[in-house]
């Protein structure tokens, strides 16, 4: 008899809820991590009561009442409402795209004025957007696309607006009201207390074990449950044999500042090209702390190699192919479960992996 039901590969979202709901129906998992520490991307590092959100700041919002009221169960969540500031070379505008950001950039007033400035400039453009810049263009006019969308997206992805996705953008909100919530979603907020307390909650009970990489013994880890959770790169597992998934870098540096209140908000933009890092995250504004220093941390993106730490995934048109092909592997693969942002390749929010391990739940018991 093997010792667990499941053996678990990674500890983010998506391993930690599946875990959890495994457990709750009687089966013995094991979660190994090959960091140092559980969480995934959500993790936090905990100094002088300021919760640092290690791998850049994680905001939760969500339109799905299943998804709020499943968190909701592990840990209480504050009203924290994303409202983040665009520095462009030390001028400074509301985001996401709204009547606030209009006024900034033109002077207009009304919806009106705002709707017909930005026709005015994107006229060029008819039909379907083909590419981020186009559909930017078309979405806000060629003044904001210029001032707070080129710069900081083109640092992020490494590559010219014209090669990327139209997608990326519409992520983002445009309204034509004076509201600066980042998110469209019904509910948002971030732990009290910070993601560990989540992390720990789901994985309560649950055997883990931190600095352990799949990879290293994969033989043994496979005879050690009846069914793997994979959450790892997808072309990893099956070793790069179809080539290797392109994804975009990212560097933290976290600094300690011997003042209360650094930048006045979490999350400050840069949307220059010159400046290397695109945001600056000040931690202690995500749960209104009050501590008389502060943690900052610069973002800086980067070109991603390799065994390098993997941060967004580059849907574009050749990556979505070749994932198609190891995604068709991983249906063979008998008894895996591929899930989660690196197994699924997916730009996924925290909302959207907890859905699709609760989904992959669902079909499995
Ligand atoms: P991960 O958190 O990456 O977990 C996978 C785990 O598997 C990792 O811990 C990894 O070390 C481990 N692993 C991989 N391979 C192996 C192996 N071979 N052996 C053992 N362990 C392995 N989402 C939001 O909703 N709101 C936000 O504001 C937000 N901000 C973000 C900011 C940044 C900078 C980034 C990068 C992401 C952000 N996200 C945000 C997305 C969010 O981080 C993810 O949706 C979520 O954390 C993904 O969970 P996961 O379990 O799929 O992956
Ligand atoms: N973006 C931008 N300017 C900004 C913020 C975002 O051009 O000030 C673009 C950029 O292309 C980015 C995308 O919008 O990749 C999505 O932004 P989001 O904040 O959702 O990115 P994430 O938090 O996932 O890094």
Not at 196 to 206: M, S, Y
């Amino acid at each position: 008899m093997v010792p667990y039901d499941y053996l678990i590969v990674g500890s983010g979202l998506f391993g930690c809820v599946f875990a959890h709901e495994a457990a709750e129906h009687n089966k013995k998992c094991l979660v190994i991590e090959r960091r140092n520490h559980l969480g995934g991307n959500i993790y936090c590092e905990n100094k002088g009561g300021i919760n640092i959100h290690y791998y850049g700041g994680h905001i939760f919002h969500t339109s799905s009442k299943r998804v709020w009221q499943y968190v909701n169960r592990f840990v209480e969540f504050n009203n924290y409402i994303n409202s983040p500031i665009a520095n462009y070379k030390g001028k400074l505008y509301n985001l996401p795209f709204n009547m606030n950001t209009f006024h900034e950039m033109w002077g207009v007033i009304t919806p009106q004025e705002a709707q017909m400035k930005i026709q005015e400039q994107c006229a060029a453009f008819k039909g379907e957007p083909k590419n981020l810049e186009e559909q930017a263009i078309s979405l806000v006019g060629k003044d904001i696309y210029e001032k707070l969308i080129k710069g900081y997206t083109e640092k992020q992805w490494g590559r010219p607006c014209s090669e990327l996705p139209a997608f990326i953008i519409k992520r983002l909100p445009v309204r034509y009201t004076y509201d600066n919530n980042y998110f469209n979603d019904l509910y948002q907020g971030v732990p009290i207390g910070g993601y560990n307390v989540l992390i720990n909650a789901l994985l309560k009970n649950i055997d883990v074990r931190t600095n352990t990489d799949f990879f290293v013994a994969p033989d043994e880890f496979k005879n050690i449950a009846n069914k793997i959770v994979y959450t790892g790169a997808i072309d990893q597992y099956f070793d790069y044999t179809l080539g290797t998934l392109e994804y975009r870098g990212l560097r933290f540096e976290i600094e300690k500042h011997n003042t209360d209140n650094y930048q006045g908000g979490a999350v400050v933009n840069y949307t220059d090209k010159e400046t290397p890092y695109t945001r600056i995250i000040e931690h202690k504004h995500f749960e209104f702390g009050k501590q008389r220093v502060t943690y900052i941390t610069k973002e800086y993106p980067s070109t991603w190699k390799p065994g390098e730490e993997a941060y967004y995934p580059v849907n574009d048109a050749k990556n979505t192919a070749l994932y198609q092909k190891y995604s068709a592997l991983a249906q063979q693969e008998n008894d895996v479960i591929f899930g989660g942002r690196l197994a699924e390749y997916k730009y996924y929010d925290m909302d959207k992996v907890i859905q699709s391990a609760l989904d992959s739940v669902e079909r499995e018991f």
